[in-house]
């Protein structure tokens, strides 16, 4: 299979449809408080909530032309969305996974939890091409910064203005970190006109994933900004169902996603459904982690239009970051009455069924559609399908999930919106060629002790 091509050649413009950091908290800012003062003048009002004349900060993102305004405010309730945290996480994902060290020292030391991964999480990757081209792959050199590096830790300024609400340190050691950031995108053109334009770092770096491919942190922190965007402010509409219902709202934690991801070994090449993908958290992730192709369709009219919401600003968001995602297909309805799950059934590799509280009925609906899968293809489910460790005699030979090797995974506290405690999800996997050999064995009259 050909190497994934995780970055974009678009231009990072986020558009018109853009929903950034400043344009949501404007909607809500009752609901935040300051922050931020300023301790050389106990008269400045410039950093108060006020509904027009709010304090901002600029981030510039990785792609050309893309950048993203931030209210600098903090929430009244600490669950709520925090700008301030939003901004510092973003920074700290772009220094950490788009630059070579000697780039990334031009902003300081990166805190130790900031929690983004350990090098035993992602590998350091060595700047070689990931397109099978054995020229010699160099990043560009910033030699006007090189020359004179940066004698201020900008990163930890950063963090101590955040601790002591200083509000203009805030200010201008962000004005000195995108300086940096834009130096670094935008390269001053060389004396000698005959050679090319210097090209933008953060580009050029992701073109040094390669097989390794997208870092976990960055997949996240996209999926992150999208759904703090998105869904946060209209979490309120996703309450209005049926206690008890098949309806029910619930999600999968991105980290259960990443390791539903790993176990199905869904890769750039595999079809994902999501069977009820609510606000499509799961199929976004998917495309993005893997590149694969996927598809999700959803009852509930305001999760399924909040989904859509997410897949449009996933895509501007993947753009400002310089990276490419799978194809996403989205569609709201019924999963046992869409033509479109029948004809994708067949092709699927992985289907994720999210039937923690599915009424029983709903779930025997479900299993015939199970026969159009292919040999191999995976089932992954809150409830199983069929018992784990089940022995197949006369009586459940016949039965369709009979086609099954189902084996049961525990996930940890955290991973779930519906509770903190651990729980278990189960992964079916298709083996008709195991299901026909102890049907042979038992039209035979042979003695069986198998279990699936």
């Known amino acids: 299979m050909r190497a994934r091509r995780w970055w974009?050649?678009?231009?990072?413009?986020?558009?018109?449809?853009?929903?950034?950091?400043?344009?949501?908290?404007?909607?809500?800012?009752?609901?935040?408080?300051?922050?931020?003062?300023?301790?050389?003048?106990?008269?400045?009002?410039s950093f108060e909530v006020h509904p027009t004349d709010y304090p901002t900060a600029e981030l510039e993102f990785p792609n050309t032309n893309a950048s993203e305004t931030f209210i600098l405010v903090t929430p009244k309730d600490k669950d709520h969305y925090d700008p301030i945290l939003c901004l510092k996480q973003s920074l700290l994902t772009i220094v950490e996974h788009y630059l070579t060290p000697e780039q990334r020292s031009l902003f300081g030391t990166l805190p130790n939890n900031n929690l983004l991964a350990t090098d035993d999480d992602h590998p350091?990757?060595?700047?070689?091409?990931?397109?099978?081209?054995?020229?010699?792959?160099?990043?560009?050199?910033?030699?006007?910064?090189?020359?004179?590096?940066?004698?201020?830790?900008?990163?930890?300024?950063?963090?101590?203005?955040?601790?002591?609400?200083?509000?203009?340190?805030?200010?201008?050691?962000?004005?000195?970190i995108n300086a940096i950031l834009r130096v670094l995108k935008y390269p001053p053109l060389p004396d000698d006109p005959l050679l090319p334009p210097g090209k933008n770092a953060f580009r050029e770096y992701v073109k040094t994933w390669g097989p390794v491919g997208i870092p976990k942190d960055v997949s996240l922190r996209l999926i992150e900004e999208t759904y703090q965007r998105c869904v946060g402010p209209q979490v309120h509409t996703l309450r209005n169902y049926e206690a008890f219902s098949s309806e029910t709202y619930g999600e999968l934690m991105p980290s259960l996603v990443s390791e539903v991801i790993r176990n199905s070994g869904l890769r750039e090449d595999s079809l994902f459904l999501d069977l009820g993908c609510g606000v499509g958290n799961v199929v976004l992730q998917a495309s993005l982690q893997t590149g694969c192709k996927s598809f999700g369709i959803e009852i509930m009219p305001a999760p399924a239009g909040i989904a859509r919401d997410q897949l449009e600003q996933l895509k501007v968001r993947a753009r400002m970051w310089g990276v490419n995602m799978?194809?996403?297909?989205?569609?709201?309805?019924?999963?046992?009455?869409?033509?479109?799950?029948?004809?994708?059934?067949?092709?699927?590799?992985?289907?994720?069924?999210?039937?923690?509280?599915?009424?029983?009925?709903?779930?025997?609906?479900?299993r015939p559609k199970f026969l159009d899968l292919k040999e191999g293809a995976i089932v992954v489910s809150l409830k199983p399908f069929v018992p784990v460790n089940a022995r197949l005699t006369e009586r459940n030979i016949d039965d369709i999930s009979a086609i099954f090797d189902v084996t049961q995974k525990e996930y940890n506290s955290g991973s779930v919106s519906w509770g903190s405690g651990r729980g278990n999800y189960y992964i079916h996997r298709v083996d008709r060629e195991g299901y026909v050999k102890i049907r042979q064995k038992l039209e035979s009259g042979r003695p069986m002790r198998t279990r699936r």
């Open 326 to 366: 799978g194809e996403v297909e989205l569609e709201e309805g019924d999963m046992l009455k869409s033509d479109r799950v029948v004809k994708l059934m067949s092709s699927a590799d992985v289907v994720l069924i999210n039937n923690k509280v599915f009424k029983e009925s709903l779930n025997e609906c479900i």
């Open 8 to 45: 974009t050649s678009q231009d990072g413009t986020p558009g018109s449809n853009f929903k950034s950091c400043e344009q949501v908290v404007k909607g809500i800012l009752k609901q935040y408080k300051t922050h931020f003062r300023n301790p050389a003048d106990p008269n400045d009002k």
């Open 124 to 176: 350091t990757r060595s700047p070689t091409p990931s397109n099978g081209d054995t020229q010699t792959f160099t990043l560009p050199r910033l030699a006007c910064l090189e020359a004179h590096p940066p004698s201020v830790n900008y990163l930890k300024t950063l963090q101590r203005a955040i601790n002591k609400q200083d509000g203009p340190l805030f200010l201008k050691t962000m004005t000195s």
